[in-house]
Every structure is written in structure tokens, then in C-alpha cells.
């Protein structure tokens, strides 16, 4: 992302009204551009988020031979290479702002006997990569990359990968991911143990593809997850859900703009995703979920919100928080117009998110005029019932999510909130503004 940075400011709108619909789900829409583009015959996907973060792992998947194209009617085609199949990208891999992508791509091409170069923008050449590394290495793959395991890298694939069992030591659904997809190459069973759980979708969408993912719960409550490699994936089609994380931005505006109704159709319920919805509704807010459903194995719901209740400062369970990672700025937004302190801890991973997402908030909200204590890993929150005053220029580090934040925050307060930089917004959600303007924000480019 070398584009010009895109200052945009937020100023109080009446109320949010209107249905939304909300762009495809970003982890699932990854997954299936990489499980597509490694399955045998032809798989089509619907829903598919149009996002630059996906569009690089499309474009990843294409350096190293998968035949992956657009069709007129907005549906993606993949054919593709077979496992082992991935060919030497001639070019170095430019993952741009995207996690997701590098490290689940980590675990498939160290699958490969193949070499690679992988980097990313300022804010993705920051991210910690040993805890894809150290599991990696011990399958075999080799590594060069910067002090503590920072982008840019390169990594060389044995031509025999070994089967591993390993236990995360962090919560993440990347690097579970990441030992999987390698795991289907291995000679063997690899196994991940994971303590707390994380999103499922590699789990689930393995399965889609044909593939046996075992899950045994062990004595002490973690799960181990297994996969036997060297079986080819086989093509399938997939209806990709609406993005609960990014519904979470409308969802909390239209919560904290009084006398909102909003609707948001087909919105992913994983469990494992579903934290921030759960939470608000402990904090009072009225949310409906209708038209309960599953869609292509994933439970799916419409949203009716409405924004007719001061919203109540809560305890944020520490034991929550894998299943609404991605969701903790916009409930600090949510937090500081509720009545009442709202206290989230466990949160050390949000600091090596996109940004250091903790500080930003943070720094953020009290520059609008929010009472709050940062720790080391966590965040309180006193909220007086009513919108801070805003009236801030916020900096957003590259990162989609405190960008949206913040304009969501805007939509209530006295003053204007004005962003430096909108551009990240578009790794994720590429008509935010455009949505949420529709829905009667005031949202706007400003020179
Ligand atoms: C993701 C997992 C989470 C999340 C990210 C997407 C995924 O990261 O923050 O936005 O698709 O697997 P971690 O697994 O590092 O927590």
C-alpha cells in the first residue's frame, strides 16, 4: 500500500436506518481461494470478499500456479494444483497489510520442496513471525528472515516433511492454520493442541474439501486436531457468509446513535466468532437474530439492531476473547458511550494485531475525551451513559480496524473525529464508507 494517505472525518449523524449488506467473511474467503486453488477439478465460490488482503492471497496462489479467475456474474473459479503441486513463484510475494495470508501461505508452500521470499507493508514487516517458524522449522522447512522472525523472509520446503504434535502456545487460528495446511503435504499425522479454542474454518472447510480432520479432546480440556498428509483435496463450492467482523461497525453505530433500526442480512454465527454479539447483548443492546439458518455447513442469522438503549459497562470474560480477537476496538467504541466501566483484560495479542491495537485505542479514546486505564494487557473503560466529545484527529497505523472505529465513533459525538489515513479500510471492507453512508452516516474525504 504505497498509496497517498486519505484523511476522512466523521460528524454526528441523526440516526443509522436501512438493510446492509455486509462484504464475504475474510477468513473464509482466504481459505478458499488457497483450498480452491490446491483441490483437484474446479471449485466456484460465491460471496467471495473483494478485499486486498484476499486479492493478495489470490494473486499468491497464482505466482505458484493455480488457475484462479473472476467470473462476470461476481463468482470466483479455482482450479487447482494438487497437493505438492505448488510451482517456485518467480516473483517475491508481496502479502501488502495482510496476516492471514503470510502465515497460512507459510504453512502451504513449506509444505512444498520449493523457495519462496515473502514481505509485506510497514505495518505486516513489524508482525511476529517465529510462531509460525518454530513450528514449521520442526516439519523441516527452512527459514531466513529478519531479527525476530520479521518480514521480509524466505522459506525453503524440505522435499520430505515431517509429521509434527504440537501444542500452541499462543491462541491463533493462524498458526493452527498454518500447521494444517503444511500437515496435508507431511509423511504422517500432524497433530495441533490447542488449549483455548479459535475460528474452526480451516477445520471445517478441510472437511468441505474432502479432507478427514480428526478432533479428540484430551484429558486437561484442549483439543487435539489432526491431519494425515498426502491426500489430494477434492473441489467443492462455497457460499461464503457475510463478515461478522466487519458487521460489528454498523451493528455498534447504529447501537450508539439513538432511535437507529438497522437490518444486516446473512451475517456468519460461528460460535467461534460470534464474542461481540454475545457481549453487546450482555451490555443491553437490542439485537435480534432472525431467520436462524445454515449456509454451506456455517450457521448464518439476520440482524435487526436498534439503537433504543443505553448501553450498560461490563466485564468482558477473559476466556471470550478468541472468539471476538478482531472485534475489541469497535467494543471500546461501544464502551465509551455505555453507562458504566467496561473492563476487558487477556487482550496481549491485540498488541501485535495490525497496529499495536491496545495503544492506539487507547491513545485514541482519550483524545475524544474518554476516561479509561490501559494496561499491559488490558483495558478499562468508564463510560458516562453519553457520546464522548470526539473533536479528535486519530491515528490509524495502517490498521483497518481502529480506522473504522473511529468514524463509527464520529457518527455520535458533538465534535467531528477525523482519521488520518483510510486507505487501510480497504484490506477488508472496500465500501465501508459508501455502507455506511447509505445507512445515513456522515462520512467524508477531507483535503
Ligand atoms: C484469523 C485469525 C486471527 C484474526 C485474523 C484472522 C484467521 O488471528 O485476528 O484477523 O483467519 O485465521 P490470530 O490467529 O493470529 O489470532
Redesign the pocket.
Known amino acids: 500500500m504505497n498509496q497517498a494517505p486519505r484523511p476522512f472525518q466523521s460528524s454526528l449523524c441523526p440516526v443509522l436506518n436501512g438493510t446492509a449488506k455486509i462484504p464475504g467473511d475474510?477468513?473464509i474467503s482466504?481459505r478458499s481461494l488457497m483450498l480452491g486453488g490446491m483441490a483437484i477439478g474446479q471449485t466456484t465460490i460465491s460471496g467471495l470478499l473483494e478485499g486486498e488482503d484476499v486479492i493478495r492471497t489470490a494473486d499468491a496462489m497464482r505466482a505458484m500456479g493455480a488457475d484462479i479467475q473472476k467470473h462476470d456474474n461476481g463468482t470466483w473459479i479455482c482450479h487447482g494444483v494438487g497437493i505438492g503441486g505448488l510451482r517456485e513463484p518467480d516473483q517475491v510475494l508481496d502479502m501488502g497489510n495482510s496476516?492471514?495470508s503470510t502465515r497460512l501461505l507459510m504453512g502451504l508452500i513449506g509444505g512444498h520442496p520449493i523457495t519462496a521470499q515473502i514481505t509485506g507493508d510497514t505495518s505486516l514487516t513489524k508482525r511476529p513471525m517465529n510462531r509460525v517458524i518454530k513450528p514449521l522449522e520442526m516439519m523441516g522447512v527452512e527459514f531466513t528472515a529478519r531479527e525476530g522472525g520479521r518480514l521480509p523472509l524466505t522459506l525453503t520446503g524440505p522435499e520430505d516433511l515431517l509429521p509434527i504434535e504440537y501444542r500452541l502456545p499462543v491462541?491463533?487460528?493462524?498458526?493452527k492454520?498454518a500447521i494444517l495446511l503444511a500437515g496435508l503435504c507431511a509423511n504422517g499425522t500432524t497433530t495441533v493442541i490447542e488449549e483455548t479454542p479459535?475460528?474452526d474454518?480451516t477445520e471445517n472447510m478441510l472437511r468441505a474439501f474432502g479432507i478427514e480432520v480428526d478432533v479428540q479432546t484430551l484429558e486437561d480440556g484442549a483439543q487435539a486436531i489432526s491431519v494425515t498428509g498426502g491426500k489430494d483435496l477434492t473441489a467443492t463450492d462455497i457460499i461464503v457468509p457475510s463478515d461478522p467482523s466487519s458487521a460489528a461497525f454498523p451493528t455498534v453505530a447504529a447501537l450508539i446513535c439513538e432511535g437507529s433500526k438497522i437490518t444486516l442480512s446473512n451475517i456468519l454465527m460461528n460460535e467461534r466468532r460470534n464474542g461481540l454479539y454475545i457481549t453487546l447483548k450482555e451490555m443491553g443492546a437490542n439485537i435480534e437474530f432472525t431467520n436462524e439458518r445454515m449456509q454451506a455447513g456455517e450457521p448464518i442469522a439476520d440482524l435487526i439492531i436498534k439503537g433504543n438503549q443505553t448501553l450498560k459497562g461490563i466485564d468482558v470474560p477473559p476466556g471470550r476473547v478468541p472468539s471476538m480477537?478482531?472485534e475489541f476496538p469497535i467494543l471500546a467504541i461501544a464502551a465509551s458511550c455505555a453507562e458504566g466501566t467496561t473492563h476487558m483484560t487477556n487482550l496481549a495479542?491485540l498488541r501485535v494485531?495490525e497496529s499495536d491495537r491496545l495503544l492506539m485505542m487507547a491513545k485514541g479514546l482519550k483524545a475524544c475525551g474518554v476516561d479509561l486505564e490501559m494496561g499491559e494487557d488490558s483495558l478499562t473503560i468508564h463510560g458516562t451513559g453519553k457520546p464522548p466529545k470526539g473533536g479528535a484527529k486519530i491515528k490509524t497505523a495502517l490498521d483497518h480496524r481502529i480506522a473504522m472505529s473511529f468514524l463509527v465513533l464520529g457518527c455520535t459525538t458533538q465534535k467531528p473525529v477525523i482519521i488520518d489515513d483510510a486507505t487501510p479500510i480497504h484490506t477488508s471492507f472496500p465500501n465501508f464508507v459508501e455502507l455506511m453512508s447509505g445507512l445515513g452516516a456522515n462520512i467524508s474525504l477531507i483535503s
Open positions: 475474510k477468513s482466504h496476516g492471514t491462541a491463533s487460528a493462524q498458526v492454520s479459535t475460528r474454518h480477537i478482531d495479542e494485531k
